[in-house]
Antibody
Framework: EVQLVESGGGLVQPGRSLRLSCAASGFSFDEYAMHWVRQAPGKGLEWVSGIGWNSVSIGYADSAKGRFTISRDNAKSSLYLQLSSLRAEDTALYYC??????????????????WGQGTLVTVSS | IQMTQSPSSLSASVGDRVTITCRASPGISGYLNWYQQKPGKAPKLLIYAASSLHGGVPSRFSGSGSGTDFTLTISSLQPEDSATYYCQQSYSTPLTFGGGTKVAIK
């Protein structure tokens, strides 16, 4: 059974940093692209960042560029998101998501099949 | 790519046919996916590539469209279909979602 468990969220002051983690199990992590998607309280879904199975392909939303860094450790079956220069508008539930197919290419790398339950980041002074 | 869903909410009776619309600007060929999210839960993939049903999804769900206009149809609404539905384009990054359609049961 595919399991994605996010951690690392919490209350943080504006301008500070936080590192989110996603522990994966139940599948061959090193064969799948992964993504982070967030949801502000009571709002819709917003894609944040994605990374290819071998870390070669990486993308960010405009809201994340220059402040967030996605990475992965295939040996540990873990996905990470380093959040820096945090703002109040970054307050959200952050989900990690696994794509549909192995060694994906093109649009199949951008389709989310499995999601974790999320970790809540609250940016407030 | 801007994704616009309508309506933002609707209320229908059990057994009704429900249609949700998603418009993409600019066009995205058939690279459109639909997700269902229930309160306090993570989203679930329903339909990918505009009209392909994901495994395990009931056949009352269907999708259609291409280019700029897409629809998600629930042929016979069930109580467990009460949820918020999101479209998402997988044509290009940055990936974008529609604003969501909240479906309630009368």
């Amino acid at each position: 059974e595919v399991q994605l468990v996010e951690s690392g969220g919490g209350l943080v002051q504006p301008g500070r940093s936080l590192r989110l983690s996603c522990a994966a199990s139940g599948f061959s992590f090193d064969e799948y692209a992964m993504h982070w998607v967030r949801q502000a309280p009571g709002k819709g879904l917003e894609w944040v960042s994605g990374i290819g199975w071998n870390s070669v392909s990486i993308g960010y939303a405009d809201s994340a560029k220059g402040r967030f860094t996605i990475s992965r450790d295939n040996a540990k079956s873990s996905l990470y998101l380093q959040l820096s220069s945090l703002r109040a508008e970054d307050t959200a539930l952050y989900y990690c998501a696994k794509v549909v197919g192995t060694y994906c290419s093109g649009s199949s790398c951008r389709l989310f099949e499995h999601w974790g339950q999320g970790t809540l980041v609250t940016v407030s002074s | 790519i801007q994704m616009t869903q309508s309506p933002s909410s609707l209320s229908a009776s059990v057994g009704d046919r429900v249609t949700i619309t998603c418009r993409a600007s600019p066009g995205i060929s058939g690279y459109l996916n639909w997700y269902q999210q229930k309160p306090g839960k993570a989203p679930k993939l329903l339909i990918y590539a505009a009209s392909s049903l994901h495994g395990g999804v009931p056949s009352r769900f269907s999708g259609s469209g291409s280019g700029t206009d897409f629809t998600l149809t629930i042929s016979s609404l069930q109580p467990e279909d009460s949820a918020t539905y999101y479209c998402q384009q997988s044509y290009s990054t940055p990936l974008t979602f529609g604003g969501g359609t909240k479906v309630a049961i009368k």
